[in-house]
């Protein structure tokens, strides 16, 4: 047989064709967001069993708190899908870089938290000091600029997680019972107390304790006048001057360095850092505290920009995300999700008797990577998800007069 | 002798320009040109950003963003209650004092230790070979990164450290020593070791340029090793010195890593001012405190520069 040049043509574009039809197929397939949140946020767990259950890429951004305000700020075109805190959205929606997500597009928007939708657990108005996530749920137009009061179908943020926060102790290394945020400045652990350095939720734990030992009567502690917050960050600076502070902490792994190492035994701290200290087999509890606890809720938006075949696919993630498996994957590792039934339906019912009823483990309490979190017989600190949420007193916050405290954040920074 | 050498490589160059056919007028106008790529990646990288920080020091700016305008606001935010509050210092003062403190003793101890490492490698290891296997031992630590380095002392200075656990093992104290960690003393201690060798290369450096001839001379004159020290040595090694303290000045002025770390967060400094201000989105707070920490750094490099031309010197 003769191989001409016109049999060869044709076989190399049968070839050509071939391998070019099967990327385009791949690219028709596979969307991928880009997803901006804190480390602390994102699951590996989650990003892969999306990619399994609808297709979709889920790639990462990791970066602090702040930043990811700042991001949303300064580079709204760098992401598809971002995980923020609530209480960044006074400073994000008047930005106009997220757009009000259509709730008839979310399945379950009338089934998220009562806590969330309304600041109410199990009919009971809790704690609104602060930016409570129901004072910011909603915008007033799908390209609002501004929020509304009553319920619209443009919403801010679909919660992804939300916790309660209270102090972190050594219960080995302290003699007596700690009951109230005011021991956080009680010289009895002079050298040996630590508060985090992020301004805005640094000074409402400040704020937590100074009301507690009676000195003060805050209108809102999340919003503070100036004259209140001079007279918070004189009490620091006092505070600081005789010696209480150990150190100041900024990030998660700090928090559970100084708690490990015995260098502070009682700090403002985050859940999954005390779960991080007792992993290495070191006491630590999560201590309820009579005042309540600080609250903090996060939640997806979408940027202005996103579109097309990316915005579907975010919203269909956004819809998995509170279909359960997600809900409960997050339970396990102490948080709330937005959809309470929905993760029910994936956890076991010992596990949901621990996490959320406040019962004694039938069975060890294991994470989602499969680490040992709690023998069975013990109980989660705080007990129930009503008597935790419940007992919510005031929410992260960034206050109006947020520049003027920053200021003197830095002076108690100088002291 | 460098002298004669010096002139004869001048008038070689001299007799060779006519050769190229260059006149003056041309020879200029080729080095500018030869110099352009270095001056655009100088106006790039370093004009362009100073003067962008420079022009937005002045801007206005809310919680969400900044807005063109030409207003002082940041500039008397930086130094409010500065003068009213007097004698009391301001934030601002006591963070550049704070920061001033720790250039001076950082400086001072190591240029000690910088000195004398130097001079033990340059005058004392004898063999060329052991001189560079020597040296290259002082850079080891420069294999892992500063924040290791740092945090490699935490569990050492700690409460229940190595260091203290070891003086009450030894019956020195009974208490844990709570100033080791999350003290002036730690940031001290972590700065100089992290900076020394900035000091050790450029003073070496000098002393290996100094003439072997010129000490022994010293010594035939009668001189005292002391003597040799204050009237040889250290007015050769000079120029090392000062650049030795270029640099661990201007690092020391900008550092917040470090002051963070080992201070426990408690102790301010400007860097650290500079980037809270920059997360909480107050850029043009953030530059003019920036501005003003450049105009600070320029006039303590300028005060060192006072002292030698380091032109002429290299």
Redesign the interface.
Known sequence: MTTTRRTFLKGASALGASTLAAPYVHAQEAVTLRYLSTAVNQSPGIAKKASEDLGINIEYIAVTTDDVARRVITQPNSFDLVDTEYFALPNLVPSGNLKGMDATRIDRADQIASVIREGTVGGKAVGSDGTAPFEVLYLDAADGKAFSSEPTEFITLIPTTYNADTLGIRPDLIDGEVNSWAALLDPKFASKAAILNIPSIGIMDAAMAIEAMGEITYGDKGNMTREEIDFTIAKLIEAKRAGQFRAFWSNFNESVNLMASGEVVIQSMWSPAVTAVRTQGIACKYQPLKEGYRAWASGFGLPRTLDGRKEDAAYEFINWFLSGWAGAHLSKQGYYPAVLDTAKEYMEPYEWAYWYEGAAAEQDIMSPSGDLLEEAGATRDGGSYEDRMGAVACWNAVMDENQYMVRKWNEFIAA | MTDTIDTGARRSIRRAIPRLGLRRGQGAGEGLLLALPMWLVFALFFLLPLAVTLVVSFWEFT???IEPAFILRNYA?LF?GCIDGLPYLC?TL??YL?TLKFCFLVWAVTLVIGFSVAYFLAFHVRSLPMQVTCFLICTIPFWTSIVIRMIAW??LL???GLVNQALMGMGVTDQPL?WL??SDFSVILALVHLYTLFMVVPIFNSMMRIDPALIEAARDSGASGRQTLTNVVIPLARPGILIGSIFVVTIVMGDFLTIGIMG?????SVG??IQ???????FPLAAANAVLLLIAVMLAISALLRMVDIRKEL
């Open positions: 919680q969400y963003s935010d409010d934030t006591k963070t704070s935490i569990p700690g409460r229940n709570e960690l999350y426990g967060q408690q102790i301010a650290k001012t809270t201000e920059i997360q909480y989105l107050q």
